[in-house]
Nanobody
Framework: QVQLVESGGGLVQAGGSLRLSCAAS????????MGWFRQAPGKEREFVAA????????YYADSVKGRFTISRDNAKNTVYLQMNSLKPEDTAVYYC??????????????????WGQGTQVTVSS
């Protein structure tokens, strides 16, 4: 079994920062990319950021460019999402995901096979 477990969510004031973590455990698998998505009440799941292992290429949604940074710690088998200058519209449940295939784009949820349980991020005004 493969498990992805997010942590680090919480309540923060606008302008503050949070760092989300996604720890992978269980069955070892070869992933091509890791991604972060979020979903607010009444909205569809939205792409936030992704990291492609080959070339260490990163991708960001326009709404978070310059504020969020995706990174990894191979020794800890963990992917991070550093979120700075948080806004109330960033409020959502944040999910990490892993893709094992070669994709033309990692901005879509259907290219990821493994998902975490989500962690709540709430930004107050």
């Amino acid at each position: 079994q493969v498990q992805l477990v997010e942590s680090g969510g919480g309540l923060v004031q606008a302008g503050g920062s949070l760092r989300l973590s996604c720890a992978a455990s269980g069955h070892t698998f070869t992933s091509t990319a890791m991604g972060w998505f979020r979903q607010a009440p009444g909205k569809e799941r939205e792409f936030v950021a992704a990291l492609r292992w080959s070339g260490s290429i990163t991708y960001y949604a326009d709404s978070v460019k310059g504020r969020f940074t995706i990174s990894r710690d191979n020794a800890k088998n963990t992917v991070y999402l550093q979120m700075n200058s948080l806004k109330p519209e960033d409020t959502a449940v944040y999910y990490c995901a892993a893709s094992t295939g070669y994709r033309s784009s990692y901005r879509y949820s259907n290219v990821y096979e493994y998902w975490g349980q989500g962690t709540q991020v709430t930004v107050s005004s």
